[in-house]
């Protein structure tokens, strides 16, 4: 931006000064008129619009307005939530410097209330409520009260929660169950762990960005100076993770807090880049600054009004004719016409029996007076639930189905907007009715061979997986070529005399080596290999049960993943997981491998039925199950801890989990490749966890999409770090990308998979890096096929993996290798490589006898239920 552009917006306080040029003013009009997306400096030009140059704007905003309204099919509505408030707690950890809703534990004890309000408040306030026909309970609180308040902490404790989120996961299910209110839950910052929890209690959820200004939090004096939670890189961060788990989400920015122009304009352009990238952004809300006695801004002055219409005019014209935009009634005198002629489409929440206690002294009008407003306008005023009409209407993946009876009982069905006279009344929260039927392409894991998959993409591939234009320039920078600049000769030296001194440089070097430097460095991890479990190659007798390839979750690389109604969907039922157990263990199995997509559907006791249906019909079975994704979703589920819920599923049968869901353990990657799957931190709390129990895992890495060799390297050191702290890895498996089907790939983001010399490179610095921490390096027949699984083993692998028995997920994702090899094909991967092969259990163990005999039988598959490819 230009100072001949914009004056008078220097860094240091609110917006001011002498104002644009005439020229850049008329030139930024004339783009919003003209329907041209404009960019951050002409926003904040139009920011300082005023008089008439105002009124042009409010004008082309309005236009804007009305063609999202018409094609939303509400045209001349605007929209409202008939709410109660409920102030949960009014302790927080930081310390805004505007703020009045902030208290302390002395004045809550001098006031007679506690320091939450207890089950009871809440209930009674929101039966109140719905008496009134009010359908929306919004629900808010300090962040993380605990973290800064003992009284806070003493509190949960007293009465059984583990933190305020568990508290207002609980107070959520009893208000739904009890008085019907839908909560929309303002908490504060949350985790992507804290979003799997709440997601099903809460049809919505917000948080206010209020600016991206830095400086307003890091600067001594600023508005969130001292306040931890108001960081608007961490605040972003939720905005995403909101998205990644499609959870409706309000947002919004503060204005005449101090920030310039400038900045107010980027505020604004963050949140269209969230918005774009996820489509879950709700609603926009522009609210003004209202300055308040007691607090430390109590001298600023506040937001004139003509910078409130700019602001809704421009957020109009920044998120366009499909964004929401809010501004609050209450925070005006009587000027609801002006916000109306800006841009607006919504009221926010109107309550006819709470105050807002954020602002306290600003009572909202009351709804017959909004009705009557909006109408000389020339608007209708219609009442919405806490989530808006769209989101009502798409249904999953945004809603999850314990809520949707609740939201189906307030909404009209065909317009998403709430039902005016519906009765306001309870429902259980609870599973849905039909769970574990089988449904669907149950023979899918031998039809794949056979048949091959319905089509090479789901029906929903423009929308569930986020934009894939916003992913293509995230996905740029990760993909640009490295320079490399240390020898690698001597870092094959180091390798040789002794891998565990390899710097970072050096390790790098090595994962990009090529032609006779990769030979050699190849030759070295072998004689390592060698020297750490010698020449066998191990095999494990073993049947994959996917139990389910429902799922919402939106991975991008995964061709696996399909929607309940697509062709390709399926679930099995327990007796047909316990009917696959059975037909492994007659073949000689000594594990089941069982992992499924993310069903909506499945009970939160999905995982513990399915190892309690394996080990009832066979107790012997070695129970490998459940990837981290699949544990936080159980937790979530069944309002456990990680750790309380690994316990639940070891006592119920699970006897290792499988270290899959890592794909690469760098979130700048991980965020390209998956729209909602658990953070690399997640990821890693789970496994350190169940090592931390007693419950062995693998370790897996996924490569060759949009990683480069430095994620790999990263990848493998966070490994060895877990390792040489837990000692829980049985292995690790190295997973080429399989690119054919893979939506990334068929967007044209990603690499069509890794090449032979990555295979070669990524498995022989594996062994390198993770030696002599990880002993066991597997490759990966279903993705390389045999002779590149002999490579591998020539290259620092020592074990082929599983007969398998059944695989669908490589295989619909492209995979041209087959679903299951017979044990004397995996000897035969071995005898490529010239070594000899032996069976080994989920722990590298020794094989039963008996295992043993009954695979020899069987040669580990029978052609009637495993059909051989000819």
Not at 140 to 151: A, Q, V
Not at 453 to 468: A, I, K, N, Q
Not at 501 to 522: N, Q, R, V, Y
Not at 687 to 695: D, K, R, V
């Amino acid at each position: 931006m230009t100072t001949s552009a914009i004056s008078g917006t220097g860094p240091t306080g609110r917006p001011g000064g002498t104002g644009p040029t005439e020229n850049s003013m008329r030139r930024a009009l004339k783009r919003a008129r003209d329907g041209v997306a404009l960019d951050v400096t002409e926003a904040a030009v139009l920011l300082q619009a005023r008089g008439a140059d105002l009124e042009d704007l409010a004008a082309s905003a309005a236009r804007v307005r009305d063609v999202g309204l018409q094609e939303a099919g509400r045209p001349g509505v605007i929209t409202y939530s008939k709410s109660v408030f409920i102030p949960l707690t009014r302790l927080c950890r930081d310390k805004c410097h505007y703020c009045t809703f902030v208290t302390v534990p002395g004045k809550l004890r001098r006031a007679g209330h506690g320091m939450f309000m207890s089950p009871d408040e809440v209930l009674d306030v929101a039966r109140k409520g719905a008496a009134l026909g009010c359908k929306e309970a919004l629900i808010t609180l300090g962040d993380k009260p605990e973290d800064r308040w003992p009284e806070a902490r003493e509190w949960l404790d007293a009465h059984g929660y583990d933190d305020t989120i568990a508290y207002v996961r609980a107070i959520s299910i009893r208000i739904l169950e009890e008085t019907g209110l839908l909560p929309h839950l303002n908490p504060g910052v949350l985790s992507w762990t804290d979003f799997q929890r709440l997601k099903p209690v809460a049809p919505s959820m917000g948080m206010m960005l209020e600016t991206t200004a830095t400086r307003l939090w890091s600067e001594p004096g600023g508005p969130h100076h001292g306040s931890p939670d108001k960081e608007p890189a961490v605040r972003l961060r939720v905005l995403e993770d909101a998205g990644r788990s499609s959870v409706p989400f309000t947002s919004g920015v503060l204005i005449g807090i101090g920030e310039t122009y400038e900045e107010r304009a980027e505020s604004l352009f963050a949140l269209r880049k969230v918005s774009r990238a996820y489509h879950g952004i709700q609603e926009l809300i522009i609210q003004n600054f209202r300055a308040k006695p007691d607090t430390a801004m109590r001298g600023m002055p506040d937001a004139e009004l003509d910078e409130l219409v700019a602001t809704v005019a421009v957020a109009r014209h920044i998120m366009g004719p499909s964004g929401c935009v809010q501004a609050p009634p209450n925070l005006v005198d009587s000027e609801y016409e002006r916000l109306i002629a800006a841009g607006i489409d919504d009221w926010g929440g109107v309550s006819p029996l709470t105050i807002d206690h954020v602002n306290p002294e600003r009572p909202w009008p009351q709804i017959e007076e909004l009705t009557e407003r909006s109408r000389a306008a020339g608007f209708e005023l219609r009442e919405r639930l806490c989530v808006y009409p769209e989101f009502v209407t798409r249904g999953e993946p945004w809603l999850d189905p314990r809520l949707l009876p609740h939201v189906r009982a307030l909404a009209d069905p065909g317009t998403g907007l709430a039902l005016p006279d519906a009765v306001v009344e309870g429902h259980p929260w609870q599973e849905p009715e039909e769970v574990f039927v089988a449904a669907g392409r149950t023979d899918l894991h031998t039809s794949i061979d056979t048949e091959g998959r319905t089509g090479d993409r789901r029906e929903d591939f423009d929308s569930v997986y986020g934009d894939w234009g916003a992913l293509r320039e995230a996905a740029a920078p990760g993909m640009a070529p490295e320079r490399i600049d240390t020898d690698v000769r001597q870092a094959l030296a180091t390798a040789a005399d002794d891998p565990t001194k390899l710097s970072d440089d050096e390790a790098l070097a090595l994962l990009h080596a090529d032609g006779p430097a990769l030979d050699a460095l190849c030759r070295i991890a072998d004689d390592v290999r060698k020297a750490a479990v010698g020449d066998d190659v191990t095999y494990i007798v073993t049947r994959n049960i996917n139990f389910t390839n429902v799922c919402y979750t939106g991975c991008r690389f995964c061709a696996f993943a399909q929607r309940r109604t697509d062709a390709d969907a399926y679930t099995l039922s327990l007796d047909q997981v316990a009917d696959r157990a059975q037909q492994a263990w007659d073949l000689g199995a000594v594990e089941v491998c069982m992992q499924g997509g993310i069903h909506p559907d499945l009970p939160g006791t999905a995982y513990f039925d399915i190892a309690k249906a394996v080990k009832s019909r066979v107790p012997g079975m070695h129970v490998h199950a459940f990837s981290p994704m699949e544990v936080v979703n159980g937790a979530t589920r069944t309002g456990m801890s990680i750790r309380e819920w690994l316990t639940a599923a070891k006592e119920a049968g699970l006897d290792s989990v499988p270290g899959t869901a890592a794909e690469i353990l760098d979130d700048e990657v991980r965020w390209v490749l998956t729209k909602g799957k658990l953070p690399a931190a997640t990821w890693i709390e789970v496994i350190s966890t169940a090592h931390e129990l007693g419950i062995r895992s693998s370790s897996t890495m996924m490569y060759g999409h949009v990683d480069q060799p430095r994620h790999w390297l990263g990848h493998l050191r966070t490994l060895a770090g877990i390792q040489q702290r837990t000692g829980g890895f049985t292995e690790f498996v190295t997973l080429p990308f399989i690119h054919t089907n893979a939506p990334v790939y068929l967007a044209g983001i990603s690499r069509p998979g890794p090449t032979m010399r990555d295979n070669r490179a990524v498995t022989a610095m594996a062994r390198l890096l993770l030696h002599p921490w990880i002993p066991n390096i597997q490759t990966s027949w279903v993705k390389l096929g045999t002779e590149g699984a002999a490579e591998m083993l020539r290259s620092g692998a020592n074990d082929v993996g599983g007969t398998l028995m059944e695989e669908t997920i490589s295989r619909m994702a492209g995979s041209s290798y087959g679903s299951y090899k017979s044990v004397k094909d995996l000897i035969a991967v071995a005898d490529a490589a010239g070594r000899p092969a032996r069976p080994r259990t989920t722990l590298y163990g020794e094989v039963p006898e008996e295992r043993q005999r009954a695979a020899a039988v069987s040669d580990g598959h029978l052609p009637e239920l495993l059909p051989v490819l000819d």
